[in-house]
């Protein structure tokens, strides 16, 4: 199935090598003509980049230093200062890249040698592309290091050396650039964290493939078009068919949270929403949000929701069109059992958030094996590590796999937040947020997210199309908080009040 009109496809490497073969095989292309091109659009990312001063090309044996030549070519008969360092010796280099060799004017290429680097005013690291594969080798791995080590802004061909195109994982050194030229689509490894820290700004350099290739990317950014698939509000609409949200969660000390969901809910548009918490604490909620619902529920006598509370917990959310379970639950043993018990019961979308989470710590598939309505996970990657125990370093080491690791497990659709959330659907399709809000990097905003989210399931938005929603409004109300101090000292509730702006736009 092709992406959906408002996801901006991502290519793993092997997708690339495919549309390739087929541009060369059933459309005729040259090699050389591809290469040309992409050469030609990484010369212009440069001139626009870095207009002045020594270009130094640090080129590979493959069609990725190949595509370095070409542009040291376009560059030099343009009269700029340019030199090439090759890698591995010119007669070990693929034939299509010592054929661009022959073809370059001026002072001929030498072999690399770190001191050269310090005569750059900017680097072009064409050392690794789409054919590599695993950690850097040597010589390669010591190349990358320096590179990394120069003063000079780095550039990168297509993809920065040391990040892996297809999953954006690291694994040995790799180079931090300034901006990458993506050659026809921008790889996924570009988008997601860490190799997403090393891409820098990505410009998409078009080498004249034609539509109608054979890839069905199944990655891809969530663009602006998700909100114009959210359903406003008209003449006929009544508070319940914009959409009813029950929020079950709080506990002593963890009032807010609940709170925040609540409210964001609200300002995401649902018409109706009703906050589930612990008997004792119903005052706080009741004079802090005007225009909720609240529903006292069974506790322990301490604050905190007590597994006993089943059946009113099922009473409380009859009525809604979506529940968010676990803002603020805590991790007491009797609240846990409750949010175990409850999950499975829930008849309409349900989004589990926090601590909602930790209750489904390592036992995903049998607690959720039994909803016949979708589910959306929001983890951080803590969070995701103790549903799949394993530990939170190794999730960051590898965000694509284990986001999609949970979703397959547990059939539901998980939303690993950071700067680069991803959304995974148990196909294994993902689509990845732009990110770049630092804003939304303090207390709070995980409970946003997931407020936004039950709203958008809440008003019948399909459940992919609903968290990528409710991902993409979250992100630009981050912008839009920040954006009259910049990010710090914004708080989550700057993140709620932004909310009818991101989503008006
Ligand atoms: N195909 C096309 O039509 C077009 C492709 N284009 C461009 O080509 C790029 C892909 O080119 P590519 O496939 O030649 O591979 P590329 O990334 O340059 O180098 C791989 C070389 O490195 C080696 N190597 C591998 N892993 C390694 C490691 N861990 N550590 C060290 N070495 C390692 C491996 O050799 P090995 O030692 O494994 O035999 C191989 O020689 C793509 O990104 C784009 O820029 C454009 O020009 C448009 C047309
Ligand atoms: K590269």
């Excluded at 073969?21 to 050389?32: G, H, K, L, P």
Aim: hydrophobic content about 45%; charged content about 20%.
């Amino acid at each position: 199935m092709s992406l959906p009109r408002w996801m901006e496809p991502l290519l793993e490497a092997g997708e690339m090598r495919e549309i390739d073969r087929w541009a060369i095989n059933e459309r005729t292309i040259a090699v050389d003509e591809l290469m040309e091109r992409a050469g030609e659009g990484l010369a212009g990312v440069i001139s626009r980049r870095a207009p002045a001063g020594r270009v130094v090309f640090v080129c590979g044996k493959g069609n990725n230093g190949g595509d370095g030549i070409v542009a040291a070519r376009v560059l030099r008969q343009a009269g700029r200062d340019v030199e090439v360092l090759l890698v591995w010796p010119a007669e070990w280099m693929g034939s299509d890249a010592q054929a661009q060799l022959k073809k370059l004017p001026g002072a001929k290429p030498v072999a690399f040698e770190a001191g050269r680097l310090n005569k750059a005013q900017v680097i072009v690291d064409c050392v690794l592309g789409t054919g590599s594969s695993g950690k850097p080798r040597s010589p390669a791995d010591q190349v990358i290091s320096e590179m990394e080590a120069a003063k000079a802004p780095v550039i990168a061909a297509d993809v920065p050396s040391g990040v892996d195109a297809t999953t954006g994982e690291v694994e040995g050194p790799a180079v931090h650039c300034v901006a990458t030229a993506a050659f026809h689509r921008p790889k996924v490894g570009l988008w997601v964290r860490p190799g997403k820290e090393y891409a820098g700004e990505v410009d998409i350099v078009d080498i004249g493939i034609p539509r109608g290739g054979p890839a069905r990317p199944d990655a891809g950014l969530i663009g602006s078009g998700v909100l114009r698939e959210v359903p406003r509000r008209g003449a006929t609409s009544t508070k319940f068919s914009s959409g009813n949200v029950c929020i079950i969660g709080g506990s002593r000390g963890l009032t807010g949270a609940p709170a925040m969901t609540a409210l964001a809910a609200m300002r995401a548009g649902a018409g109706y929403v009703t906050v589930g918490a612990p008997a004792s604490l119903e005052l706080s909620f009741t004079v802090r949000l005007l225009e909720a619902m609240v529903v006292g529920l069974p506790e322990d006598g301490d604050g905190h929701l007590d597994a006993s509370g089943l059946e009113p917990v099922l009473k409380a959310v009859v009525r809604a069109d979506a529940v968010v379970l676990g803002p603020g639950l805590s991790k007491n043993p009797q609240s846990q059992a409750l949010a175990r018990a409850v999950a499975p019961r829930i008849d309409v979308p349900l989004v589990v958030d926090a601590d909602g989470l930790n209750a489904l710590a390592g036992q995903l598939e049998e607690i959720l094996a039994g909803r016949r309505w979708p589910t959306v996970l929001t983890p951080h990657a803590g969070e995701l590590g103790r549903l799949l125990e394993v530990d939170s370093a190794e999730v960051e080491r590898s965000r694509l796999r284990h986001v999609r690791e949970a979703a397959a497990i547990s059939k539901a659709f998980v939303v690993l937040k950071g700067d680069d959330t991803l959304v995974a659907a148990p196909s294994g399709r993902v689509a990845i947020s732009r990110g770049r809000a630092p804003g939304l990097a303090t207390a709070g905003t995980g409970d946003v997210l997931s407020g936004v989210i039950g709203a958008m399931l809440a008003k019948g938005m399909p459940v992919a199309q609903g968290a990528c929603a409710g991902v993409y409004a979250h992100l630009r109300a981050g912008q839009i908080a920040a954006a009259p101090h910049g990010p710090d000292g914004v708080i989550a509730s700057d993140v709620i009040a932004s909310l009818p702006a991101a989503l008006s736009a």
